[in-house]
């Protein structure tokens, strides 16, 4: 493949297939509030198969633009599996090599995808949680500067803002033929902080009073993609801003593998992310009168095959 990191103009026309996602309305809602109306971005179809490519590709983007890749540097970050999807498959695709540190449970749908597209991957302990991941990156970025660029999801502005002008932007346009205005409540994880942050920000300044709820995973097992944040040690993206949150609701991974299932059987195959989103979605919408709640879904529930969650017993 040709090298493209050095002529940051030519951008492969993988790059302009992500985002523009359909929005669409899950009737899952009713049963908790028959009056809310529930819409989510569907962002499974994006080429790598996630919401991530959305920031990945503005970064990357951003990077070849100021020369920060020049010399053959290598793309380093941390991911807990999508946005290293995305980091392999657009470093693929402009010739850019990748380095990605993931921990160690990550499904094995993520890793294969990753190794697929030929990025080198350091898998970390899976005891040792999403942060020392992240920690183990930071030490490789001060270690070789020379041989790395730390693009740093974490803290680059260009990931939230991806979300603000893009994500934020769709949803609020397709969401007036729907509802005919702006939703009432967000609901959205924090996993970098970059689509709470950015989607957040954007829909407070069109209406100040919208409702932004952070879905937050209970510690143990957790939730892949999402960082729990309840203990003093937990490394809060400095992307994140918390003074969008107005709520933080707690979810176990039963909970949004239980919803998860629920929305299988309506059509819709997504990850545990999302179906934490939707069961938040529905308690909120249980407590408080609200017309229009709106979320993402962010990945498809092919990516976890291998961690069980659709195995159904016998009885089941």
């Keep these: 493949m040709e090298r493209l990191a050095s002529t940051p103009a030519a951008i492969p026309p993988l790059m302009a297939a992500i985002g523009r996602t359909p929005l669409v309305e899950l009737a899952v809602i009713r049963e908790a509030a028959p009056r809310t109306r529930l819409f989510a971005k569907l962002e499974s179809v994006n080429p790598g198969g996630s919401i991530k490519d959305r920031p990945v590709v503005r970064m990357l983007r951003e990077a070849l633009a100021k020369g920060r890749l020049a010399g053959g540097r290598r793309v380093l970050d941390s991911s807990s599996g999508n946005a290293g999807i995305s980091y392999a498959m657009l470093g693929a ?9 993931v921990p160690g449970n990550a499904s094995a749908e993520r890793l294969d995808r990753i190794r697929a597209c030929g990025a080198e991957l350091i898998v970390t302990d899976p005891l040792e949680g999403y942060d020392f991941a992240l920690r183990e990156a930071q030490r490789l970025a001060r270690t070789h500067p020379e041989r790395y660029w730390y693009c740093d999801q974490y ?5 939230w803002r991806a979300h603000y002008e893009d994500t934020a932007g769709e949803l609020l346009a397709q969401l007036v033929p729907f509802a005919g205005g702006t939703p009432d409540a967000l609901i959205a994880g924090v996993g970098t902080g970059g689509t709470l942050t950015g989607v957040g920000r954007r829909l407070k300044e069109v209406r100040p009073d919208t409702h932004v709820v952070a879905a937050i995973p209970e510690t143990c097992p957790g939730i892949e993609g999402l960082k729990p944040l309840g203990a ?22 039963d909970d949004a593998i239980a919803m998860c ?8 195959f997504v990850g545990p992310s999302s179906g934490a989103f939707v069961h938040v979605a529905c308690e909120l919408a249980a407590r408080r009168r609200l017309a229009t709640v709106v979320t993402v879904l962010p990945d498809t529930g092919e990516r976890y095959t291998s961690t069980g969650m659709w195995r159904v017993s016998r009885d089941g």
């Design 93 to 101: 695709a402009l010739g850019v090599p990748v380095t990605l540190v």
């Design 155 to 159: 803290s680059n502005p260009e990931n």
């Design 261 to 268: 299932r629920r929305l299988a059987a309506e059509g819709l």
């Design 232 to 253: 003093p040690e937990d490394i809060v993206p400095a992307i994140l801003d918390e003074a969008l949150i107005d709520d933080r609701v707690t979810v176990s991974l």
